[in-house]
């Protein structure tokens, strides 16, 4: 069975950091681009930064750029967010999701393309 993980939430003072990770089983992380995603209350949910399969593809959207590192660890099975500088418009549920990739495909930030995904994790940024 496919199936994603997400730790690493909780709360933090703007300005602080916190590192997620995504944790999959049931099939190899090799194959798969993972993307982040994170949906705010009252909000759509959006994209925040995926990886290829290769670690050199990666993308991410302007409103983390420069604050955010997403990064993939194959023989753990894991991808991680860093996320610095973190705002209060950052305060959101954190969902990471896979896609089976083409081993040279840029991924993209397109959340029907992802399949499964995570059950969330509270990323929520207050003094």
């Known amino acids: 069975q496919l199936q994603l993980v997400e730790s690493g939430g909780g709360l933090v003072q703007p300005g602080g950091s916190l590192r997620l990770s995504c944790a999959v089983s049931?099939?190899?992380?090799?194959?798969?681009?993972i993307g982040w995603f994170r949906q705010a209350p009252g909000k759509e949910r959006e994209g925040v930064s995926c990886?290829?399969?290769?670690?050199?593809?990666?993308n991410y959207a302007d409103s983390v750029k420069g604050r955010f590192t997403i990064s993939r660890d194959n023989a753990k099975n894991t991808v991680y967010l860093q996320m610095n500088s973190l705002k209060p418009e950052d305060t959101a549920v954190y969902y990471c999701?896979?896609?089976?990739?083409?081993?040279?495909?840029?991924?993209?930030?397109?959340?029907?393309?992802?399949?499964?995904w995570g059950q969330g994790t509270q990323v929520t940024v207050s003094s």
């Open positions: 999701a896979a896609r089976f990739s083409g081993r040279f495909q840029q991924c993209l930030l397109i959340d029907y393309e992802y399949k499964p």
């Open positions: 990886i290829g399969r290769s670690a050199d593809s990666t």
């Open positions: 049931g099939f190899t992380l090799d194959y798969y681009a």
